[in-house]
């Protein structure tokens, strides 16, 4: 039986950052680069940030962004209320472990930036072409891996990914029968993309 710290069980969801609450703690340079990755994920992500001290940056992404909240102030265990989602970015492990604590109390998922014990969750690189989008997940071990992969799948994704896609979903749309059968047609479609790739 295999040892389970030494396998990746996490479980890859993707969130729809307009439909949820996120709220990230901190102002700073790790605030600003969580926010920057929820914002390229998704440009209308409703976003509440609670600092004391705001990096210039933040403010500029603030101020062309209406669905994002900005409290200067010290994070406060009510400011979990109506979140759905947090991100603790602060210099300070006692502020990011009360974060912690308090989103646990109230079963709110916690992601504590750098510290994988103060974690459900963790905030994978992602690649974007069109409507696909690919997560990876280093199960906390090396960002710096996952983002030299994503730059490496940026690369070799053709850039008309989006249209093959689209062409999928179209005839998906036209297909008679049941789920199965359906099933079956496109699977037998997508089949030529390994076969071509194996000829090459």
């Keep these: 039986m295999s040892d389970r710290s030494e396998e990746n069980h996490l479980f890859p969801v993707f969130l729809k950052l307009d439909k949820i609450q996120t709220l990230v703690v901190g102002g700073g340079y790790v605030g600003w680069e969580k926010l920057g990755a929820l914002l390229k994920n998704d440009e209308e992500a409703k976003v509440k940030i609670v600092a004391p001290k705001i990096r210039e940056e933040v403010r500029e992404i603030v101020a062309s962004h209406p669905a994002i909240e900005l409290l200067e102030k010290e994070y406060e265990s009510y400011d979990l209320q109506g979140i759905n989602l947090v991100i603790g970015a602060t210099n300070f492990y006692e502020v990011n472990e ?103």
Excluded: M, W
Excluded at 168 to 187: A, C, H, M, Q, T
């Design 98 to 200: 009360q974060i912690y604590h308090d989103a646990k109390e109230k079963g709110i998922l916690v992601n504590v930036a750098d510290t994988p014990e103060l974690c459900d969750f963790y905030l994978g690189s992602t690649v974007k072409k069109g409507n696909l989008k690919i997560g990876i997940s280093t199960n906390g071990k090396s960002p710096t891996f996952a983002k030299r992969l994503r730059a490496i799948l940026e690369e070799v994704l053709p850039e008309k990914t989006d249209n093959v896609l689209q062409n999928l979903s179209d005839i998906r749309k036209g297909l008679k029968g049941d789920f199965e059968k359906k099933l079956e047609v496109l699977n037998d479609i997508t089949a030529s993309f390994v076969h071509d790739k194996k000829e090459n």
